[in-house]
């Protein structure tokens, strides 16, 4: 098979389009400011202040992006109503989606949509805040899930971090082979790296402004050797994703 038939995915295959949400369809995470959102400015300080020395390792590399997150959701997520999480996460859906969301995000999800293709997000951000927002963009969603045990968070992930090359692993679970597909994808962080790889259409901050787009080159997956120059290349400090 060539490489311009690898490019073009099977023929008549179904068009799955992916989106990254934090920082691709939104213009900047969501879920710290979810959680101040939620718990308000007193004992949001006084939780997040656990995680000063965390954030010190880990800026020492003392600990992995992962394992910071996972003390994050432990901090402020332990014991509470998932309940109660998912209508904080409908309240705050309401309130931010203007100031939150890229109007040229939306105008392509909308666009996608319309022309047939299955359209999910595959974020790293825990799939019971984003629920309101999937809901409220008539799409399918894959998230980092969160343990529930009688009804209360444990502040433990269930699986993995849902970035890097779990975003792909968690798609071929419900939609089967990527391959099988046109795969188009959004992403804007080193956690949407594998994933942008593996599209046959990968667009790079695609909605930021053009100073943001510098250049990104990826290893195409199943194109043995080949570069793919889909969009521009981040900073350091950008790279990492949630």
């Not at 213009?27 to 939620?38: E, G, I, K, Q, T």
């Not at 998932?82 to 969301?101: D, H, I, N, R």
Request: glycine letters at 8%; aromatic letters at 8%.
């Amino acid at each position: 098979m060539s490489i311009e038939m690898l490019e073009a995915g099977p023929k008549g295959a179904k068009v799955l389009s992916v989106f990254d949400f934090d920082g691709t369809l939104t213009r900047h995470d969501s879920f710290v400011p979810f959680l101040r959102f939620a718990f308000g400015r007193r004992e949001f300080t006084r939780r997040i202040c656990r995680l000063v020395i965390p954030s010190l390792r880990f800026v020492a590399k003392g600990l992995t992006r992962d394992e910071l997150k996972a003390q994050l959701i432990s901090t402020f997520l332990t014991g509470v109503e998932a309940k109660w999480v998912g209508q904080k996460a409908e309240e705050f859906c309401s309130l931010v989606w203007t100031k939150l969301m890229r109007p040229s995000g939306l105008r392509s999800v909308a666009l996608e949509l319309e022309s047939g293709a299955e359209v999910t997000l595959c974020s790293a951000s825990p799939a019971l805040l984003l629920r309101p927002f999937a809901n409220r963009l008539g799409v399918k969603l894959i998230g980092t899930e969160l343990e529930v045990v009688d009804g209360r968070l444990t502040g433990r992930i269930t699986g993995n971090n849902c970035r890097c090359e779990n975003k792909v692993l968690r798609l071929e679970a419900v939609y089967g082979p990527l391959t099988a597909y046109r795969l188009r994808a959004w992403g804007d962080t080193r956690g949407d790296h594998e994933l942008l790889a593996a599209a046959q259409d990968a667009h790079w901050r695609h909605f930021h402004p053009a100073w943001r787009r510098s250049r990104l080159r990826l290893k195409k997956v199943g194109v043995q050797g080949s570069a793919a120059t889909t969009q521009p290349q981040p900073n350091t400090e950008d790279q990492q994703g949630a």
